[in-house]
């Protein structure tokens, strides 16, 4: 898979292939990483969160990681059209005292012209689950 797939305009089948390298990069858990694949200034809406370029998103995912451990996530695909996508997610993690949450939403994206997302928006609600109820491993 090269990057070149990895710009507008999407169809389907670069849009998936899109959605599982964002997967593949946020579970990383690497914050400088992960914040590479957005664009110098772009906006985010997480929860109650207004984030404005690369510097704001690397401190929210390296608070975001410091708290939610053993992180991991699935991204599928709901849809594409020309430069945005739609996401469903849902990822698990514990916090310091142990207890597990899943954690479910959607996701808006809209990329760049060189495939860096310049847009993010993320409604999430949260689950207390236990150790058992665990999916995501």
């Not at 964002?22 to 997480?46: F, G």
């Not at 975001?64 to 430069?83: F, G, I, P």
Request: with cysteine; hydrophobic share 35%.
């Amino acid at each position: 898979m090269t990057q070149q797939a990895l710009v507008p305009p999407f169809d389907m089948e670069s849009a998936a292939r899109k959605v599982k390298a964002a997967q593949d990069l946020w579970n990383t858990r690497d914050p400088q990483k992960v914040a590479l694949a957005y664009t110098e200034d772009s906006e985010w809406r997480n929860r109650d969160e207004f984030l404005h370029g690369r510097a704001e998103i690397v401190a929210f995912l390296e608070r975001k990681w410091v708290r939610e451990l053993d992180y991991r996530l699935r991204k599928e695909l709901w849809t594409a059209h020309e430069n945005r996508i739609a996401v469903h997610f849902e990822y698990e993690c514990h916090d310091r005292t142990g207890q597990w949450f899943r954690s479910y939403g959607v996701e808006l994206w809209e990329f760049a012209p060189d495939g860096r997302m310049r847009r993010r928006v993320a409604s999430i609600n949260d689950q207390k689950i236990s150790e058992a109820e665990r999916r995501l491993r």
